[in-house]
Every structure is written in C-alpha cells, then in structure tokens.
C-alpha cells in the first residue's frame, strides 16, 4: 500500500471513530454516576465538548463538611464551633460549589444545579455569621451593659439564628425525595445532612435556655453526623475520579434510578401497553 494511501486510510478510521464517539449514548446509570442528576434532554454539544463540573462542587462539600465534623466533636483540642475555618467555608464551601452550580447550570443539569447553589450559599452564610467583622452577635448584645443583658442578647441570637437551620433541613428533606431518583450515596448525604441541621438547631435552642450542657453534647452529636456525611460524599467524588481518568476499578454507586423510575419513563410504558 502507497503512503498516500495509508493516510487516507488511517484519516478514515479516525472520522469513523469520532463520528462513533459522538454518537453513543451515556446509559443513565452512567450518567447519574458523573453528574448525580437524572438525564436530561438539553440543547447543544457543551457536555460533550466541556469537563464535568460535578466533582469540583463536592471537593468543596467534602473539605468544608470532614473539617466541621471534627472541630465540631473536638477532635485534638479543637472547637470554636467552627470558627478556625471560616476561610476554608468561604473558599472550599462558598466559592467551589457556586463555580459547580454555575456550570450545573450551563450544562443543564437542573438538579444538581440547584442542590450546589443552595449548599453555596448555606457555607457562604455559615462563614459570615461567623466573621468577627461582620459580628453579627453583636447586634443582640450591643446594647448589654450587664452579665445578664449580655446572656439575655446571646440567648436571643442562638433561638433566632436555629430556625435558619430548620428551614434548611426542610429544604434539604425536599432534596433528599428528590435525590431518589439518582443514587445511595447522594441520598445518604441528604439524609445526615437533614440531621445535622436539626441538631444544629435545637443545640441552639437548648442553648438559648442556658442549659449548655445538653447543647453541648447535641454539638457534638451534630460534628459526629457532619463527618458521617462525608464518606459518602469521599466515595462518590472518588467514583467520579476513577471515571475521569479512565481508571480500571469503577466504583458502584448503587443506582436508584431504575427503582424510582421518572413520570416521562411511566408515561412511555402506558402508551406501549396500549
């Protein structure tokens, strides 16, 4: 065979094999495991064409969530509630799930989209509240000029500041539902995430009546379920990797979506039966 001839030949092969490439079908199960939201429809060629954004968002997840479990239960002399990683809530939690959100939502992922920017925005309001400039405490305490004024304006700011973690919880309960249509381990991180933020709540509650103790030990029962969640989130994110390098161990993830099966997937099965 002439030189001019193999060329042709190896050029064809190629256009064979990328015209094949962009054509096949990521089956569904695949597809949850890359991006934890159900397949979708969406215009254009942007997943094909940019790189999976999901992994980015829970590394900030994963960071922020195993450093507050452990500050939370005490681990080696640590505690502050959290305080010593207000740099890691904003850069890790805040700014890495807004970037995963924003591109979530270019490729049109809706559910992660919104699961991430809810998370963003929860870490980047976790890290104020904590920031000694903003001293949002200071608002119910400005005016003490007693102990007891003191304890009185403390005591407010914790009963007020735990019904954001209940109305958080709720939200999360919702994402939880909805997570069961993509996989275990994305709905286990909902579940323990639901929890924490009760615990959150009522050791503020608790703590607002003085009894520091019982709000002591649910902080801490609240730092043991944060860093629960995270191995699930650590096992996702490392299933996500082994994919993107084309690793020969694949990690299961315990697919859901073939057990809770979409309206659209119901919808189809009824007009074949008839």
């Not at 064409?49 to 980015?56: A, E, K, M, Q, S």
């Not at 959290?82 to 959100?101: D, M």
């Not at 029962?221 to 994110?237: E, K, N, Q, R």
């Not at 299961?252 to 309206?263: M, N, Q, Y």
Request: with cysteine.
């Amino acid at each position: 065979m002439s030189t001019l001839s193999h060329i042709k030949s190896h050029d064809v092969s190629e256009m064979d094999r990328v015209q094949t490439a962009a054509s096949v079908t990521i089956p569904s199960e695949l597809f949850e495991k890359m991006y934890l939201n159900p397949e979708t429809s969406v215009k254009g060629q942007l997943r094909k064409t940019l790189g999976n954004p999901t992994p980015v968002g829970l590394m900030g997840l994963i960071i922020n969530a195993s450093g507050l479990g452990c500050n939370l239960m005490g681990w080696g002399g640590s505690g502050g509630g959290g305080a010593a990683l207000v740099g890691v809530s904003y850069i890790f939690g805040g700014v890495l799930l807004t970037l995963g959100f924003i591109m979530e939502w270019i490729l049109g992922n809706s559910f992660v989209a919104i699961v991430f920017a809810f998370f963003g925005a929860y870490t980047f309001t976790f890290a104020l509240t904590l920031t000694p400039s903003v001293n949002a405490q200071g608002a119910f305490t400005a005016s003490a000029t007693t102990p007891a004024e003191l304890a009185a304006g403390q005591a407010e700011f914790n009963a007020s500041i735990a019904f954001f973690y209940i109305f958080s919880a709720v939200m999360i309960f919702i994402f939880m539902i909805c997570s069961l249509r993509t996989n275990i381990p994305f709905f286990m991180i909902f579940l323990l995430l639901g929890l924490l933020n009760v615990l959150l709540a009522c050791a503020d509650w608790e703590a607002a009546k003085g009894h520091m103790g019982v709000s002591e030990n649910l902080q801490v029962a609240s730092g043991a379920v944060a860093f629960a969640l995270s191995f699930p989130a650590w096992y996702i994110w490392t299933a996500q990797l082994f994919l993107t390098v084309d690793f020969p161990l694949s990690l299961p993830i315990g697919d859901l979506s073939t057990r809770f099966r979409g309206a659209s997937d119901r919808k189809s099965s009824q007009k074949e039966v008839v």
